[in-house]
């Protein structure tokens, strides 16, 4: 009897708590667009950043370690808002980072004050702005209308079954796109062959292993949304 009194109450405190996640279908497309645009401009400025690949001489972007997060977002938009919506998303990120960048480069113009000597690390890092932002700009939007399509389509032939299969598909056509453009533009000239190539291969598949480890995440989010998301009618 007390099992069962327990259990019961459980049950009734997760029905509250997902009574008070409730959300309208505007109100989470607001939400993720938020998202998608926060975790694209950090990328940018992450991607000022090379580093060392565990030890391998290989150089690896700080943004490669947030951008898979783009594209399970990504998935999470189509699947809920389709490829029109999932566009939206994709153009109003982009317009937001074009405004970062254009006050980044605003800022780097103005005189340094009295006193303030960091203005050479200053121009060091947001100096190599524009080449990673226009990288990371046509990059983003080819890769991600490219997953976005590509979502669609594997989602129609399965007719809504197996999410995973629609993620990660997407996703490995997605992902090459991004990453051969981002690293062309953003890297040649830059770095040496070997470590072009070696930070493309590791970019790929770095994104890629990031994205199947963060699958779960996916159906976990999705799973969710269907609980908490309300018709517009009915949300205040």
């Known amino acids: 009897m ?18 008070q996640l409730k959300i309208s279908k505007a109100q989470l497309f607001a939400i993720l667009t938020a998202l998608t645009t926060t975790v694209l401009i950090v990328s940018n400025l992450a991607s000022t950043k090379m580093f060392d690949f565990f030890g391998t001489g290989l150089v690896w ?37 074009l405004i970062a960048v254009f006050a980044l480069f605003i ?24 080449r990673i932002v226009a990288g990371s700009l ?12 590509v979502f669609v389509k594997i989602k129609k032939i399965t007719k809504g079954k197996h999410l995973w299969q629609r993620a990660l598909g997407s996703s490995l056509v997605g992902n090459l796109v991004d990453t051969v453009i981002f ?6 000239g830059t770095i040496s062959t070997i470590q072009f190539v070696g930070l493309l291969i590791i970019a790929y ?32």
């Open 107 to 130: 800022v780097q113009l103005l005189p340094p004050g009295p006193g303030w000597e960091n203005q050479l690390a200053y121009e060091a890092i947001i100096g190599f702005m524009p």
């Open 138 to 149: 046509i990059a983003f939007v080819s890769g991600q209308i490219l997953n976005a399509y």
């Open 61 to 97: 972007d700080g943004g490669a370690i947030l951008f898979p997060v783009s594209y399970v977002l990504g998935d999470v938009i189509t699947e809920f808002y389709g490829f029109r919506g999932a566009k939206k998303v994709i153009w109003t990120a982009f317009a937001m980072n």
């Open 205 to 236: 598949v770095s994104k890629m292993v990031g994205e199947t480890i963060l699958l779960p995440v996916t159906y976990g989010a999705v799973k969710l949304i269907r609980k908490v998301m309300v018709d517009e009618e009915q949300s205040v």
């Open 183 to 188: 690293t062309t533009i953003a890297f040649v």
């Open 2 to 19: 007390v099992k069962k009194e327990g259990v019961g109450l459980r049950e009734k405190i997760r029905l509250w708590l997902l009574s």
